[in-house]
């Protein structure tokens, strides 16, 4: 009995209606294909294609035969190593093909192929591309931004590349068209079709924050140096003309291997012109146009539409003003502005209660300017009226210039607010003294913030009968009546009105006396040392008395406060002597924190002389004139 097992291959020589054909060989070529959707080889390329079970598991020899593959454009790829269940494919041109396996039966299968020349490299522009701020470009190598080796690629246009930008926060993409959306420095790259596997750098793009500036031109309202930005509305006197270019936000002007492309929409109203460099506005009658200006060539672009609004020319007739009211304001009588805040100053017709304001269609080429932007700014900077923001304290000249050069000025004070006032010592003052001074922030009384500037100061007075204060500060003690006090009070001006009247400095008229605090003196009534206290009994000297002394004595001399009961020498005395051959006086400053301080009289010879003696502090004021007789 025979018993054996036996093995049978059986190989197939058709093929199933599941069957299909794949490249088995690029990782990136299509699941399958059809003549809209084809798998690609390079010239001077090879591929693999496999026939595969309707599961995808690729045919093994083992399980074929009698299957045949054919090209039906040799001129474009060929076959080599082929066998039943693949084929190679070699490219040899360019142009759509297709592979066809077909079995024994008959049956077949088609593979649908592209041959095409490959990019093998993209070299970058060396220059780089300057782009507006919102400003696109279409990538394109016939517009010099790239270039594509082999110089016949199949492939070598924009379209057909996948772009993205390095740094998308300067640049995005949609397609093949970079948008400027931050200013900054970045490339954008490439990839090549078919298979998008590698990017290369394609060019380099900086995108520009650029403005429109006026370089020359007949027009007042858009003079030579004006920056505009986007949106901004460009005002031109009718007949008047502005030469315009990009620059950047500093002034300075973009240029580049470039011309000026420009259209308007109402030629009635404005005409505009460009070249290489530059583009002129002109005002043609009034109304509102808009222009579109187009900066392009190989090495940038820069495109922005601008709205022009022309305006018929403007003279100032005698009378007219330009201020925030009917009434003017001249640097004596300026407008109050606070820090931070603005208003509006307008073109007046005629000044006082009669003033009206001109229209936008009457005065719309005044225009407006600050005379120190760091105090304050105008905006807009023409038409009937501008607003003014206060920057930083100061006094500045806002004006309004009309067509022929003529202006109107409008003084602005900017000021920070006072917030609070602190009060200095209180000033004592020697009845029967006369005495005045004018009232000083910082020596006076000192106020908050430190950097507040009121324009001026109100004062007031709380005892009239004391002290009295006019309007400049001035401020006059009276001390002949009675003792007693008066605070002056300060209002801080403009915005006063929120912290009031405030303390400020109070002046005391006290009752005093003259004493002499040492004496060597020995006649009969002569001057004695005293420690000034009335209720002792002690010697006080008044205005107008005569003191004896001995020849060759001293006697030391102070002021004494009765009133309040201490010696008066917190500073140096002062003296006048109308006779030093009589008597010598010097002024000793001793210890003046613990009122110290006195003056030395020597008797010299026999006679009288007249002596002023002042003490005169930030805090006090005590003068008294006597006679001086040596005997």
């Given at each position: 009995?025979?018993?054996?097992?036996?093995?049978?291959?059986?190989?197939?020589?058709?093929?199933?209606?599941?069957?299909?054909?794949?490249?088995?060989?690029?990782?990136?070529?299509?699941?399958?294909?059809?003549?809209?959707?084809?798998?690609?080889?390079?010239?001077?390329?090879?591929?693999?294609?496999?026939?595969?079970?309707?599961?995808?598991?690729?045919?093994?020899?083992?399980?074929?035969q009698?299957?045949?593959?054919?090209?039906?454009?040799?001129?474009?790829?060929?076959?080599?190593?082929?066998?039943?269940?693949?084929?190679?494919?070699?490219?040899?041109g360019?142009g759509?093909?297709?592979?066809?396996?077909?079995?024994?039966?008959?049956?077949?299968?088609?593979?649908y192929?592209?041959?095409?020349?490959?990019?093998?490299?993209i070299?970058?522009n060396s220059?780089?591309?300057?782009?507006?701020?919102?400003?696109?470009?279409?990538?394109?190598?016939?517009?010099?931004?790239?270039?594509?080796?082999?110089?016949?690629?199949?492939?070598?246009?924009?379209?057909?590349?996948?772009?993205?930008?390095?740094?998308?926060n300067?640049v995005?993409?949609?397609?093949?068209?970079?948008?400027?959306?931050?200013?900054?420095?970045?490339?954008?790259?490439a990839?090549?079709?078919?298979?998008?596997?590698?990017?290369?750098?394609?060019?380099?793009?900086?995108?520009v924050?650029?403005?429109l500036?006026?370089?020359?031109?007949?027009?007042?309202?858009?003079?030579?140096?004006?920056?505009?930005?986007?949106?901004?509305?460009?005002?031109?006197?009718?007949?008047k003309?502005?030469?315009?270019?990009?620059?950047?936000?500093?002034g300075?002007?973009?240029?580049?291997?470039?011309?000026?492309?420009?259209?308007t929409?109402h030629?009635?109203?404005?005409?505009?012109?460009?070249?290489?460099?530059?583009?002129?506005?002109?005002?043609?009658?009034?109304?509102t146009?808009?222009?579109?200006?187009?900066?392009?060539?190989?090495?940038?672009?820069?495109?922005?539409?601008?709205?022009?609004?022309?305006v018929?020319?403007?003279?100032?007739?005698?009378?007219?003003?330009?201020s925030?009211?009917?009434?003017?304001?001249?640097?004596?009588?300026?407008?109050?502005?606070?820090?931070?805040?603005?208003?509006?100053?307008?073109?007046?017709?005629?000044?006082?209660?009669?003033?009206?304001?001109?229209?936008?269609?009457?005065?719309?080429?005044v225009?407006?300017?600050?005379?120190?932007?760091?105090?304050?700014?105008?905006?807009?900077?023409?038409?009937?009226?501008?607003?003014v923001?206060?920057?930083?304290?100061?006094?500045?000249?806002?004006?309004?210039t009309?067509?022929?050069?003529?202006?109107?000025?409008?003084?602005?004070?900017?000021?920070?607010?006072?917030?609070?006032?602190?009060t200095?010592?209180?000033?004592?003052?020697?009845?029967?003294?006369?005495?005045?001074?004018?009232?000083?922030?910082g020596?006076d009384?000192?106020?908050?913030?430190?950097?507040?500037n009121?324009?001026?100061?109100?004062?007031?007075?709380?005892?009239?009968?004391?002290?009295?204060?006019?309007e400049?500060?001035?401020?006059?003690?009276?001390?002949?009546g009675?003792?007693?006090?008066?605070?002056?009070?300060?209002q801080?001006?403009?915005?006063?009105?929120?912290?009031?009247?405030?303390n400020?400095?109070t002046?005391?008229?006290v009752?005093?006396?003259?004493?002499?605090?040492?004496?060597?003196?020995?006649?009969?009534?002569?001057?004695?040392?005293?420690?000034?206290?009335v209720?002792g009994?002690?010697?006080?000297?008044?205005?107008?008395?005569?003191?004896?002394?001995?020849?060759?004595?001293?006697?030391?001399?102070?002021?004494?406060?009765?009133?309040?009961g201490?010696?008066?020498?917190?500073?140096?005395?002062?003296?006048?002597?109308?006779?030093?051959s009589?008597?010598?006086?010097?002024?000793?400053?001793?210890?003046?924190?613990?009122?110290?301080?006195?003056?030395?009289?020597?008797?010299?010879?026999?006679g009288?002389?007249?002596?002023?003696?002042?003490?005169?502090?930030?805090?006090?004021?005590?003068?008294?004139?006597?006679?001086?007789?040596?005997?």
């Amino acid at each position: 009995t025979l018993n054996k097992t036996f093995k049978m291959t059986v190989k197939k020589s058709f093929l199933a209606s599941g069957d299909y054909i794949k490249n088995t060989s690029n990782v990136y070529a299509p699941s399958s294909t059809s003549s809209g959707n084809r798998d690609y080889v390079g010239t001077s390329s090879v591929t693999t294609i496999s026939l595969c079970k309707s599961n995808g598991t690729p045919y093994t020899e083992d399980e074929l035969q009698d299957i045949t593959w054919t090209s039906n454009n040799t001129s474009i790829a060929t076959l080599y190593n082929t066998k039943n269940a693949s084929t190679g494919v070699s490219g040899a041109g360019v142009g759509d093909f297709t592979i066809t396996a077909k079995g024994k039966d008959g049956s077949t299968k088609t593979y649908y192929m592209t041959g095409y020349k490959p990019v093998s490299s993209i070299t970058p522009n060396s220059t780089t591309y300057t782009l507006g701020l919102g400003t696109a470009h279409t990538m394109n190598y016939t517009d010099k931004d790239y270039t594509v080796n082999p110089s016949d690629a199949t492939y070598k246009k924009s379209t057909y590349f996948k772009w993205q930008s390095l740094t998308t926060n300067v640049v995005t993409m949609n397609g093949d068209v970079v948008y400027g959306v931050g200013t900054g420095t970045t490339y954008v790259q490439a990839a090549p079709k078919p298979w998008y596997a590698t990017w290369y750098n394609a060019r380099q793009i900086k995108v520009v924050d650029y403005r429109l500036k006026v370089t020359g031109g007949t027009s007042r309202t858009a003079p030579s140096g004006t920056l505009y930005k986007n949106d901004d509305i460009i005002t031109i006197e009718a007949g008047k003309e502005a030469t315009v270019c990009f620059s950047t936000t500093g002034g300075t002007n973009i240029t580049y291997t470039a011309s000026f492309a420009t259209a308007t929409t109402h030629t009635s109203v404005a005409t505009v012109a460009g070249n290489t460099s530059s583009a002129t506005i002109k005002g043609v009658a009034a109304g509102t146009a808009y222009i579109d200006l187009d900066y392009t060539g190989d090495n940038g672009r820069i495109l922005q539409r601008y709205q022009v609004k022309v305006v018929p020319t403007f003279t100032w007739a005698s009378g007219d003003i330009a201020s925030n009211s009917y009434n003017a304001r001249p640097k004596t009588s300026p407008l109050f502005l606070k820090i931070g805040s603005t208003n509006n100053v307008y073109a007046y017709k005629g000044s006082g209660a009669s003033a009206t304001q001109y229209s936008s269609s009457v005065a719309g080429a005044v225009t407006w300017t600050s005379a120190n932007t760091s105090i304050a700014t105008v905006s807009p900077a023409t038409g009937n009226m501008t607003t003014v923001t206060a920057k930083a304290n100061g006094l500045v000249e806002i004006k309004g210039t009309d067509s022929n050069g003529s202006s109107r000025s409008c003084w602005v004070y900017c000021y920070t607010s006072v917030t609070s006032v602190s009060t200095k010592p209180t000033m004592c003052v020697g009845k029967n003294c006369t005495y005045s001074k004018t009232l000083t922030a910082g020596t006076d009384f000192t106020f908050s913030p430190s950097n507040a500037n009121p324009y001026k100061w109100k004062y007031q007075s709380t005892n009239t009968n004391i002290a009295t204060v006019t309007e400049d500060g001035v401020v006059s003690v009276y001390t002949g009546g009675n003792e007693g006090s008066a605070t002056i009070q300060v209002q801080p001006y403009p915005d006063g009105s929120s912290i009031g009247f405030k303390n400020a400095r109070t002046f005391k008229v006290v009752y005093w006396r003259m004493y002499a605090s040492y004496s060597n003196c020995t006649s009969a009534g002569t001057v004695q040392q005293s420690d000034g206290t009335v209720s002792g009994g002690t010697m006080g000297f008044t205005s107008g008395a005569t003191l004896k002394i001995d020849k060759g004595s001293q006697v030391n001399l102070k002021f004494y406060n009765v009133s309040e009961g201490h010696k008066l020498g917190d500073g140096t005395y002062t003296f006048t002597n109308s006779n030093s051959s009589v008597a010598t006086i010097t002024s000793t400053n001793s210890d003046p924190s613990n009122h110290g301080s006195y003056i030395s009289v020597k008797g010299v010879n026999a006679g009288t002389t007249s002596v002023t003696l002042t003490l005169n502090t930030d805090n006090s004021y005590f003068t008294m004139s006597f006679t001086i007789q040596v005997i």
